[in-house]
Nanobody, 127 residues
Framework: VQLVESGGGSVQAGGSLRLSCAAS????????LAWFRQEPGQEREGVAY???????RYADSVKGRFTISRDNAKNTLYLQMNSLKSEDTAMYYC??????????????????????WGQGTQVTVSS
């Protein structure tokens, strides 16, 4: 599956951004999807996850501020980010794979469960 992120940019603390990830190549409704982020020199961190049925899970650091959603008709994954903080600055990646044996807890903690990744979109939050 091919994944293309968009929507990143620079914003002041307290602002909002919405990331999108367009997918092609597989039956989108069968996929489990997630957003990860990574700062230079740091490990990739799971941010939010959504399964085929729309159930979601979030990292504690973004709960109540970020919302993950999917539009199966448009083959697109979204991440609405509100109340952004400087510590949210990172490259954001979407990830996709079939859901076999994947739990929500695993999905956010084990990035290697996902074989398909986008190229990333940069989010920079200034304080």
């Amino acid at each position: 599956v091919q994944l293309v992120e968009s929507g990143g940019g620079s914003v002041q603390a307290g602002g909002s951004l919405r990331l999108s990830c367009a997918a092609s190549g597989w039956t989108y409704s069968r996929l489990c999807l997630a957003w990860f982020r990574q700062e230079p020199g740091q490990e990739r961190e799971g941010v939010a996850y959504i399964d085929r049925d729309g159930s979601t899970r979030y990292a504690d650091s973004v709960k109540g501020r970020f919302t993950i959603s999917r539009d199966n008709a448009k083959n697109t994954l979204y991440l609405q980010m509100n109340s952004l903080k400087s510590e949210d600055t990172a490259m954001y990646y979407c990830a996709a794979d079939l859901c076999y044996g994947m739990t929500a807890a695993q999905a956010l903690n084990v990035s290697s469960l996902f074989a398909n990744w986008g190229q990333g979109t940069q989010v920079t939050v200034s304080s």
